[in-house]
């Protein structure tokens, strides 16, 4: 939907579009640039409890359904839908003040993240509704008794309050995970840019995709919504620490069991190494990395760099070079005017905040280096507009420059002495989200690097052979954690299957083989098997878990060993020198080759002829147990341990358990044999 005149912004709740039956109380909205009405925002009067029931009922119900890899599917197919509509994203966009850099920063990245959780749930997560966590626990001595966790979804609904300055990925990097756990999400925007959030909902939910109940829209307030939530439910908040801290308390949340994370405030800090002198590539890096960061979506970043931590002796060069480099690359204006690299503030009230803050932070001790408090010239009276703002404090340790957050285009420069003094003053941020390291010394880099990382949930290591390649200090990416220790808020997003995890409750259940392999759906020693037709003649319409096929023995001859030690060029002398095999306290003598043993087992458990298996893809988690000498015979035991449909393909993945016994029935290896096999018999 483009807001072409302003208009309430509606919400979806319980299966449709809803709107308050008037504006009293409406919040408005304006351009960012302009300062014009772009729209009102009001949720007075909407069903929240309803909303909440409709998820835990509707929304999981729909969802139940479909497996790990069918979701991930559907995910990939709503990113390309929203590739297609991205020019009204990006057109609304502009007008929260977002430059098309930052634009592409939040619709694309969000975009991305819904490829990216789309290609890890199919590649590591099981065509099922039950995910396995780790091996089996033996709790007897005869195997009939065992444990293993699971992971299964909660049973409630996801709820997610978003900050204001990443509308449309703050919604997507929590939906993804969320949608491939199977829990269904309730999306409370910030009012100041919700209507693009909005936007990308309506999108969403035209595209049909998406199965009833997945998703609802809460547009305006929702200071209620907690009294509705109890154990089954989740809470993933991203804003201001006071906030959290206020939706903590709740009674639902200390009491009640409702699940809590939080990613709130950060007072981020860039290291500049001791050898990253003016000059050199890493300073060079250094500089451009503080300079995106401030001035990249306007300083509105929880990622952004707020912290210098430099040198003893290197303020002035380094606030030469940042000065320059915002001269030449920074030009403040309505991101839809061209040339425009850096817009404005999200609102006026946020551009209040961020003068506020930035006059604290001069109070405290700080100097201003680049840039002034002055409203830069030439701009729109009514617009958000701010200067790029860099302070210097000579007082490393002041209080302010460690508690004060100005979250718009500002940052402070302190000076260290040794690198245990570095470490120091990136801690008194008292936990963050992100610090940036720029170093070309690998014992510099490991010294700082372990020196922060309990305070930090990302360390970025910056030089000159990642600098043109790195994603950058402020770009939370998919397959890692996003999050942070202390004021950060305490919790973790994203982290690739992690944060799928997130949304699904681990429990450990307890029985006999037979009832594990039964809930896990993956076949486990002990339970029933089948040994009726081959199954490599099996389609994968046909083949269960617990099929099986036992071969063997087949006789190892010295002969054997010395033949494939000169084939293979693998002459070590446990398999060739008696005398120094004997001496070796693992072996009894001359002992087959582990490689020699697994190739054997190969031919005795294959069919040979074509049919439903087309390709060995791989060995994984081999180990040997006993050696096998000259005399010894070997049998090999293959089951099917788990299959795995793929969903767009015409075959799927077998893992197999295989296992070779000695004619002492001692455990000589084990392992898991991986095939591709088609879903029906080749005609």
């Known amino acids: 939907m483009t807001l072409l005149e302003p208009q309430i912004v509606p919400s979806f709740v319980n299966g449709g579009w809803w709107s308050p039956a008037g504006e009293t109380g409406a919040q408005a909205v304006m351009d960012a640039s302009t300062g014009a009405l772009v729209a009102t925002v009001s949720s007075e009067g909407v069903d929240l409890a309803g909303a909440v029931e409709y998820a835990r009922t509707v929304g999981q119900a729909s969802l139940g359904q479909l497996t790990f890899h069918q979701r991930a599917l559907l995910l990939k197919q709503l990113a390309q839908y929203l590739n297609g509509v991205k020019d009204e994203l990006y057109a609304l966009s502009a007008q929260t003040g977002a430059t098309r850099f930052d634009s592409m920063i939040d619709i694309d990245g969000g975009i991305g993240v819904l490829f990216t959780f789309s290609s890890k749930g199919r590649r590591e997560m099981p065509n099922s509704q039950v995910y396995v966590d780790g091996g089996v626990e033996a709790l007897s001595k005869d195997g009939s008794f065992s444990g293993q966790h699971i992971y299964t979804r909660i049973p409630g609904v996801a709820c997610q309050v978003n900050a204001f300055n990443f509308p449309v990925w703050g919604m997507l990097e929590k939906f993804a995970p969320a949608f491939i756990a199977g829990v269904p999400s309730i999306v409370k925007p910030a009012t100041p840019t919700g209507y693009l959030t909005e936007a990308v909902v309506r999108h969403i939910l035209d595209s049909g995709i998406l199965p009833a109940g997945t998703l609802q829209l809460v547009s305006g307030s929702a200071r209620d919504l907690l009294d509705h939530l109890d154990y089954r439910d989740l809470v993933a908040f991203t804003g201001s620490a006071s906030t959290a801290m206020a939706l903590k308390a709740h009674p639902n949340v200390v009491a009640g069991g409702v699940r809590f994370t939080s990613e709130t405030d950060s007072l981020n800090a860039a290291i500049l190494g001791p050898d990253a002198e003016p000059g050199t590539p890493e300073f060079d890096a250094y500089v451009a990395s503080v300079v995106t960061e ?139 989200l992100v610090a940036t390291v720029a170093t070309h010394d690998p014992e510099v880099a490991r010294t700082l690097v372990l020196g922060i990382a309990a305070h930090h949930g990302r360390v970025l290591v910056l030089d000159r052979d990642d600098a043109r390649s790195s994603t950058g200090h402020g770009s939370p990416v998919p397959h890692l954690v996003h999050g942070g220790p202390g004021r950060a808020g305490g919790s973790e997003e994203l982290g690739g299957i992690r944060a799928v995890l997130h949304h699904m409750q681990r429990t450990a259940i307890q029985g006999s083989p037979a009832m594990l392999t039964a809930v896990t759906g993956d076949w486990r020693a002990g339970a029933p098997v089948r040994s009726d037709v081959h199954p490599f003649r099996k389609s994968l319409a046909e083949l269960r878990i617990g099929d099986q096929v036992e071969a063997g023995p087949r006789v190892v001859t010295a002969e054997d060993i010395a033949a494939f030690a000169e084939s293979t060029g693998d002459r070590f002398y446990a398999h060739t020198d008696q005398e120094a095999a004997e001496a ?69 993945e077998v893992r197999w358990d295989a296992v070779l016994h000695n004619q002492n029935d001692e455990l000589v290896a084990a392992y898991d044999v991986l095939t591709l096999v088609a879903k029906r018999q080749p005609a």
């Open 584 to 652: 070796n306290p693992f072996f009894p003598g001359i002992v087959a080759h582990g490689y020699l043993l697994v190739s054997w087992a190969a031919g005795l458990f294959v069919d040979p002829a074509p049919g439903p298996v087309l390709a060995n893809t791989g060995l994984e988690n081999l180990r040997f147990v006993t050696p096998v000498s000259a005399g010894d015979g070997i049998r090999v035991t293959l089951t099917a341990k788990r299959i795995t449909p793929r969903e767009t393909e015409d075959y799927g």
């Open 294 to 432: 401030m001035t990249a979506k306007t300083g509105q970043k929880c990622t952004s760099i707020r912290r210098l931590i430099v040198p003893a002796g290197l303020t002035a060069a380094v606030a030469d070079a940042v000065s320059d480099r915002i001269g030449r690359k920074v030009t403040v204006g309505d991101p839809r005017a061209e040339g425009v690299t850096m817009g404005p503030l999200a609102s006026v009230d946020q551009r209040s905040e961020v003068l506020g803050s930035s006059r604290r932070l001069i109070d405290g001790g700080g100097r201003v280096l680049v840039g002034s408090l002055d409203a830069p010239e030439g701009m729109n009276p009514d617009g958000a507009f701010v200067s790029p703002l860099l302070l210097a404090f000579d007082d490393a340790r002041s209080a302010a420059v460690h508690e004060i957050e100005a979250f718009g285009p500002v940052a402070s420069i302190i000076e260290y002495d040794g690198l245990d003094d570095a470490i120091e003053l990136a801690a008194r941020g008292g936990g963050s």
